[in-house]
């Protein structure tokens, strides 16, 4: 099984930054892919951010030009740098990993407030 543990999240001005980390158990390398979803109350979970084996990077629109996703394979940690955040950001992200199966972080609370 891939464990995956989340960190980085918290309260934080409009405007500001946050990192978070997902850290795994094992190597990353033998994840085909992984990739950052929030979930807004009452709205329904999406993806905001992925990054599969092969180095493809993909993002939802809204979050383009703001968010980064990096994976570092020695320390087996993929990484979500949000700059410039929005209240439309406030949500519970969660790490995925895919591979044979799913799997999913016990997510971690974002609040973009003034």
Do not use: H
């Not at 978070?20 to 979803?37: E, R, V």
């Not at 940690?77 to 949000?82: D, R």
């Amino acid at each position: 099984q891939v464990q995956l543990v989340e960190s980085g999240g918290g309260l934080v001005q409009p405007g500001g930054s946050l990192r978070l980390s997902c850290a795994t158990s094992g190597s990353i390398f033998s994840i085909a892919y992984m990739a950052w979803y929030r979930q807004a109350p009452g709205k329904q979970r999406v993806m905001v951010a992925s990054i599969t084996s092969a180095g493809r990077i993909s993002y939802v629109d809204s979050v383009k030009g703001r968010f980064t996703i990096s994976r570092d394979n020695a320390k087996n940690t993929v990484w979500l740098q949000m700059n410039s955040l929005k209240p439309e950001d406030t949500a519970v992200y969660y790490c995925f990993a895919g591979r044979d199966s799913g799997y999913w972080g016990q997510g971690t609370q974002v609040t973009v407030s003034s």
